[in-house]
T-cell receptor, first 113, second 109 residues
Framework: DSGVTQTPKHLITATGQRVTLRCSPR?????VYWYQQSLDQGLQFLIQ???????AKGNILERFSAQQFPDLHSELNLSSLELGDSALYFC????????????FGSGTRLTVV | KNEVEQSPQNLTAQEGEFITINCSYS?????LHWLQQHPGGGIVSLFM???GKKKHGRLIATINIQEKHSSLHITASHPRDSAVYIC???????????FGEGTQLTVNP
């Protein structure tokens, strides 16, 4: 157990639907990063939050949004899902917002049918 | 051209062999990570390097900042080392990671 908890582990949903992925960072870590791993794109950075504030944005679609709550857990919301959104979604956390000392969660495998 | 390139893409070895995976990058970095991903998906951080060399058990990671190159070595490889090994860099500006495409390692008994 890395200390970063992601739920659910697996999710199967239909096109056009909306899902929420959840991440609880390792105790003491203030920063949360979301990454998408698809077969054709590899691992891509989506978005970073630090202590509740958005810190950096990557290749995140407008249909996707995220937030970090006061208890530091984070949620990634994916809406109007398309087949191409099928991927592994990873959350990672670090103590600072500077990107050192990453700990990854085990990922959520999203399948859009 | 990708900012982070790994070689080889695929590597098959016999148990006990010495293995080297290479990573080259084209941007200025403040840290480089080596990650391991087993079938089933979970990612484990093996090393974070900003200079020199680190060793953990049978794994050794080195980095040459001037040459923008890092290597991951596995000594006395074992079938349980079979996994995808991913190089990721933290650019000097920013905190996110940029990833290589990964090296699929298979160690046969």
């Amino acid at each position: 157990d890395s200390g970063v908890t992601q739920t659910p582990k697996h999710l199967i949903t239909a096109t056009g639907q909306r899902v929420t992925l959840r991440c609880s960072p390792r105790s003491g870590d203030l920063s949360v990063y979301w990454y998408q791993q698809s077969l054709d794109q590899g691992l891509q950075f989506l978005i970073q939050y630090y202590n509740g504030e958005e810190r950096a944005k990557g290749n995140i679609l407008e249909r996707f949004s995220a937030q970090q709550f006061p208890d530091l857990h984070s949620e990634l919301n994916l809406s109007s899902l398309e087949l191409g959104d099928s991927a592994l979604y990873f959350c990672a956390s670090s103590q600072s917002g500077k990107g050192y000392g990453y700990t990854f969660g085990s990922g959520t495998r999203l399948t859009v049918v | 051209k990708n900012e982070v390139e790994q070689s080889p893409q695929n590597l098959t070895a016999q148990e006990g062999e010495f293995i080297t995976i290479n990573c080259s990058y084209s941007v200025g970095i403040s840290a480089l990570h080596w990650l391991q991903q087993h079938p089933g998906g979970g990612i484990v951080s093996l090393f974070m390097l900003s200079s020199g060399k680190k060793k953990h058990g049978r794994l050794i990671a080195t980095i040459n900042i001037q040459e923008k190159h890092s290597s991951l070595h596995i000594t006395a490889s074992h079938p349980r080392d079979s996994a995808v090994y991913i190089c990721a860099v933290k650019e000097t500006s920013g905190s996110r990671l940029t990833f290589g495409e990964g090296t699929q390692l298979t160690v046969n008994p």
